[in-house]
């Protein structure tokens, strides 16, 4: 490990749940990302997380192509007086095989997760962030702000329930700090994490308590994307009210489907 680092390289720790589904989210048809864009996550029984490493490619990735942070010291980082060099060195997980391994440059948002999830981290154990077309289109619109401010449609209700909006900061430590905060903000308001985070003019971040639910989160945002694009181009958004949305919820058959989806059991 390089001297005043938090990151190791050590592949045993790598699961086949999370290279599958960071080659599924790398899937070049799907349109998430390109060349080396996003990163995934799974959080460790022991409290650690083994995220992406810097550079690898999500449709390719092996095991070889993550590290493990831990997740305190690297929330430490979201005090004010650290920099990004600081942030830089402490992914750093030193050469191997003369390939140098450093965590991805948006660890910090995987980690704000898991420091804003730390009484319930069962429902954050992985964490997929990718840069669809279709959503950062419209992420990087005049609407972008409050395009999901309602629901569109029954299942996005369902499958996504109450997004988070992040408005832009450079990838990086000014992510991680503004993404933390608002996260911290959601959660100490409504006591849940949210399963959908979109973040100005850049991506998504899909929470879930399986590798399942994170391709669902991150299929469903791709969907309500289209559909809300389509309906901008033939006159604007007609949302579900407010009022039909609790109704829905409120059923015995929805509530036990969401029931099911906070187990994972997409």
Known sequence: MTPGAAATHDPGVVSEELVALTNSLGRPERQLVILAEGNTSQRLPD?????????????????????????????????????????????????????????SIEALVHVAVQAV??????????????HPTAVVGLLASVVGPTAWDRHVYS???????????VPYAQPGIDLGRLF???????????????SLVLLGN????AIAPTAQGV?????MAVKGALVRTA?????????????????????DDIAERRSNLSKGQF
């Not at 997740?71 to 191997?96: I, S």
């Not at 999830?117 to 990718?130: E, L, N, S, W, Y």
């Not at 850049?202 to 971040?205: D, K």
């Open 47 to 103: 409290g650690r997380l083994v995220v992406k490493a810097s550079g690898s490619n999500l449709a390719s990735c092996t095991r070889d192509d993550f590290v493990v942070v831990d997740v305190d010291e690297l929330a430490a980082l979201l005090r004010p007086d650290a920099t990004q060099a600081d942030l830089t060195a402490a992914l750093d997980a030193g050469e191997v095989g003369g390939k140098r391994r450093r965590g």
């Open 117 to 130: 999830a730390a009484q319930d981290r069962r429902q954050a154990a992985f964490v997929g962030h990718t």
């Open 155 to 165: 299942d996005e209700a369902v499958v996504i329930g109450r997004p988070l909006y």
């Open 180 to 194: 933390h905060a608002a996260l911290r903000m959601r959660v100490d308001e409504t006591g849940e994490l949210p």
């Open 202 to 205: 850049h991506g998504i971040v």
């Open 215 to 219: 391709d669902a989160i991150s299929d």
């Open 231 to 251: 309906a901008y181009s033939v006159g604007g958004v007609a949302p579900l009210s407010p009022e039909s949305v609790e109704k829905f919820f409120a059923r």
